[in-house]
Nanobody, 128 residues
Framework: QVHLVESGGGLVQPGGSLRLSCVVS????????MGWFRQAPGKEREFVAA???????????KYAESVKGRFTISRENAKNTLYLQMNSLTPEDTAVYFC??????????????????WGQGTQVTVSS
C-alpha cells in the first residue's frame, strides 16, 4: 500500500508562486513515475507534470504545455517527497492539485488511469 499526502496549496495573487509537496509512504520510490495532476471545477483531471523515479525510465521530467517554463517538478529521495514549484501563476491554474504514483513503465505519462495511487489533493486558488 502506498500513501500520499499533499500540502502547500493556498490562495495566491496572479504572478505569484507556490510550492506543493507530496510525502509518499509505503513503497515510495519503487514507483516508476511520480506525477502531478490538477482538476478545476467542472473539468476533467488533467496532467501537469511527471518525473521518473527509477533509472529504467528514459525520460526525466515531462510537463503539460500549459505549465512548461513556469512549473518545475522535482523529488527528494531522502525525504520520500515530491515537489511542484509553481511560478507566474494565473487564474487558469486554479484547481485541486493531486500527486500520484505509477508502477507500470509506459510511454504515456499523462493519462490519469495509468496511475496506481493518489493523494487527497490540495487546493490552489489564484486570484486578486
Amino acid at each position: 500500500q502506498v500513501h500520499l499526502v499533499e500540502s502547500g496549496g493556498g490562495l495566491v495573487q496572479p504572478g505569484g508562486s507556490l510550492r506543493l509537496s507530496c510525502v509518499v509512504s509505503g513503497r515510495p520510490f519503487s514507483a516508476a513515475v511520480m506525477g502531478w495532476f490538477r482538476q478545476a471545477p467542472g473539468k476533467e483531471r488533467e496532467f501537469v507534470a511527471a518525473i521518473a523515479a527509477t533509472e529504467e525510465i528514459i525520460f526525466e521530467t515531462k510537463y503539460a504545455e500549459s505549465v512548461k517554463g513556469r512549473f518545475t517538478i522535482s523529488r527528494e529521495n531522502a525525504k520520500n517527497t515530491l515537489y511542484l514549484q509553481m511560478n507566474s501563476l494565473t487564474p487558469e491554474d486554479t484547481a485541486v492539485y493531486f500527486c500520484a504514483v505509477k508502477f507500470r513503465i509506459t510511454e504515456d505519462q499523462s493519462s490519469p488511469e495509468l496511475y496506481d495511487y493518489w493523494g487527497q489533493g490540495t487546493q490552489v486558488t489564484v486570484s486578486s
